[in-house]
C-alpha cells in the first residue's frame, strides 16, 4: 500500500512560528528604539553645542565693539545692557568713532534673546538653563599694576533640552573670556584709535545670522514682515523642509507601530480570550490611525486637540496598561529580595526605589537585546555594534573619573570642594546600588511561565508601543511647529505687502 506524504504545517507548527517571529520582531523593535535613543541624544547635544557656539560667538564679537563704562548687568532675571559702536558706512573694516547702539540681552528661562536698537528681538537659544557674567574684581594693589584686568567679562552657559522620544535630558556647558577693548586700551594707558581700526574680524561677526533654529513666540507674523522677500523665502523653504522629513519619518513610526506584537491572535475567543493583548491591539490600532495633515490650518494649542495632543490620551492608556502589569511582574522579578516603597514618606527611600525601577528596566531591555542578537546574522551582529547597541548595563558603567568630569563640565559645585567629592561618591553608590538590583532582578520566569503568557506579550507590546507613541509624538510636535511657521510666514508677507501697496 503507498502512502502519499503531505507537505505543509501542521496549526501547531504555524503557532510555533509565529510566536518566535514575533518574540525576534518584537526584539528587534526593541533595538531599533534602543539605537533611535542614542541618536537622539546626539542629536540633541549637537544643537547644545551649536547653540553655545552661536551664543559665545555674538558675545565675544559684540564685547570687542562695546563702548568703555556702558557695561550694566543684573541678575534674576539676567539682563545685560551697553552701547556698542557700529561699523563705520565708509569702512566696514572699521568701527565708527562716534555711532553706537544699544543692545541688551535678556534671559527669561530657556529663551535667550538679543536686540539691537531699532530692530526686534532675536533669540539665541531656547534651551539655556542658566547663564552667568561676571567681571574681574580687582584689589587696590592689583588696580595699580593690573588695571586693564577689569576689562574682561566672563560668561559661563548652561544648556539643556530634552531628547525627543527618550524621555531623558541631554546637558551641555560652556564657557568663554572675551575683553571690552575700549576699556582695555583705556586701562592700560594704550592708543585708543586701535578699538576702531582694523576691527573686520569684529564687522564679520556681528553681521552674522544669530537666531536659534527654532521659533518662539516672539517670531510672529508682525515681525517677520521685518525681514526680506529672501529671508521669508528661506525660512518657507526651511519649515517645508521640515514637514517633508516629519511626514516620511512619521510613515516609518505607523509601519513600525502596526507591527508591535500585542499577543492578541485571531483565533483567541471564548475561554481563549486575550483581554490583556486586546487592549494593547486596541491601543496600537488607535495610535497608527492619528495623522496630521500636510498642510492647511492646526486647530489652535490651547484647544488640545491637535495630532500630537490624541497621542497624549493614547499614551496615558498605554502608560495605565504597563502599570497595572508591571506590579505583578515586578514581584515576580525580585522574589526573595526587598521591594522598596516609591510612594514612601522617607525621601532617600523612595529615591531608592526609583533606583531599583530604573535597574528592573534596564534588564528588561537587555533581555530583548539577547533575545534580539540570538536570531541575528553575523552581518546584522555587526550593523547593531556600529549603532553602538550595547546592553544597558554595560553603558550605564562609569568610572569615578568620568563621574568627577561631569561634575567639573557641569560646574554644580565647585571642584575641589567637599560637597564636590560628596556627590561623587554618591554617584558611585547608586552606581553601585542599581547594578546590584540588576544582578538580583530575575526574568527566566518570563520564558517559562504559560499562565503569564499573554499578559507578557501585551506587557512588551505596550512598552515597544510607549517608545514608538513617545517617538510620534514628539516628530508630530515638529510638523505641527513647520505649519504654525508657515502660516506665520504667509501672515508675514500679507503684512509687508500692504506696507509696500499702502492697500
Not at 513666540?217 to 518657507?236: F, P
Request: hydrophobic share 35%; proline share 2%.
Amino acid at each position: 500500500m503507498n502512502v502519499r506524504k503531505k507537505s505543509g504545517f501542521t496549526l501547531v507548527e504555524l503557532m510555533v512560528v509565529a510566536v518566535l517571529s514575533s518574540m525576534v520582531a518584537g526584539a528587534a523593535m526593541n533595538i531599533w528604539s534602543y539605537a533611535r535613543r542614542n541618536i537622539s541624544k546626539t542629536t540633541t547635544r549637537q544643537i547644545l553645542q551649536m547653540d553655545a557656539q552661536r551664543i559665545l560667538t555674538q558675545f565675544k564679537a559684540d564685547m570687542k565693539a562695546a563702548k568703555a563704562d556702558t557695561f550694566k548687568s543684573t541678575d534674576n532675571p539676567m539682563t545685560l545692557e551697553f552701547k556698542r559702536y557700529v561699523v563705520s558706512q565708509e569702512d566696514n573694516t572699521k568701527l565708527s568713532a562716534d555711532k553706537v547702539e544699544d543692545v541688551k540681552y535678556a534671559f527669561t528661562k530657556p529663551i535667550l534673546r538679543r536686540q539691537v536698537t531699532g530692530s526686534f528681538q532675536k533669540t539665541l537659544s531656547t534651551n539655556v538653563e542658566n547663564i552667568r557674567i561676571r567681571r574681574k574684581e580687582l584689589t587696590d594693589a592689583q588696580r595699580e599694576t593690573d588695571a586693564y584686568l577689569e576689562a574682561r567679562v566672563d560668561i559661563s552657559l548652561d544648556l539643556a533640552a530634552m531628547a525627543p522620544g527618550t524621555g531623558s535630558e541631554e546637558k551641555f556647558s560652556q564657557h568663554t573670556s572675551a575683553v571690552i577693548r575700549d576699556e582695555f586700551y583705556t586701562l592700560a594707558n594704550k592708543e585708543r584709535e586701535e578699538v576702531l581700526t582694523k576691527a573686520a574680524e569684529v564687522a564679520e561677526e556681528i553681521d552674522k545670522n544669530t537666531d536659534s533654529s527654532f521659533f518662539n513666540e516672539e517670531l510672529n507674523a508682525a515681525s517677520l514682515s521685518n525681514l526680506t522677500e529672501k529671508q521669508l523665502a528661506n525660512l518657507q523653504k526651511t519649515q517645508e523642509d521640515a514637514v517633508e522629513d516629519a511626514k516620511a519619518s512619521l510613515k516609518e513610526l505607523d509601519d513600525r507601530i502596526d507591527s508591535v506584537d500585542t499577543g492578541k491572535k485571531w483565533w483567541q475567543v471564548a475561554w481563549w480570550s486575550n483581554d490583556e493583548g486586546a487592549d494593547v491591539k486596541k491601543m496600537r490600532e488607535d495610535l497608527a490611525k492619528i495623522k496630521c495633515p500636510d498642510t492647511g490650518t492646526l486647530p489652535a494649542k490651547e484647544d488640545k486637540t491637535r495630532p500630537s495632543d490624541k497621542v497624549d490620551g493614547v499614551l496615558e492608556r498605554i502608560n495605565g496598561k504597563i502599570v497595572t502589569l508591571e506590579a505583578k511582574f515586578f514581584g515576580k522579578s525580585y522574589e526573595g529580595t526587598p521591594i522598596l516603597d516609591a510612594d514612601s514618606a522617607d525621601s532617600e527611600t523612595k529615591r531608592l526605589a526609583a533606583l531599583q525601577k530604573k535597574a528592573y528596566d534596564m534588564k528588561l531591555t537587555d533581555r530583548q537585546i539577547d533575545k534580539a542578537m540570538e536570531k541575528m546574522t553575523e552581518d546584522e551582529k555587526v550593523e547593531a555594534k556600529a549603532n553602538n547597541v550595547n546592553k544597558m548595563i554595560d553603558t550605564f558603567n562609569r568610572t569615578p573619573e568620568e563621574i568627577r568630569e561631569e561634575f567639573r563640565i557641569s560646574a554644580v559645585v565647585p571642584e575641589g570642594s567637599d560637597e564636590f567629592e560628596v556627590m561623587v561618591q554618591r554617584e558611585l553608590k547608586d552606581q553601585k546600588f542599581i547594578r546590584d538590583q540588576y544582578a538580583a532582578c530575575k526574568l527566566d520566569w518570563m520564558d517559562s511561565s504559560s499562565e503569564d503568557a499573554n499578559a507578557i506579550k501585551a506587557y512588551e507590546g505596550a512598552k515597544q508601543l510607549k517608545s514608538l507613541a513617545e517617538s510620534k509624538k514628539e516628530t508630530l510636535r515638529i510638523k505641527e511647529m513647520a505649519l504654525d511657521n508657515m502660516a506665520e510666514i504667509e501672515e508675514a508677507k500679507r503684512i509687508k505687502n500692504e506696507s509696500l501697496t499702502g492697500n
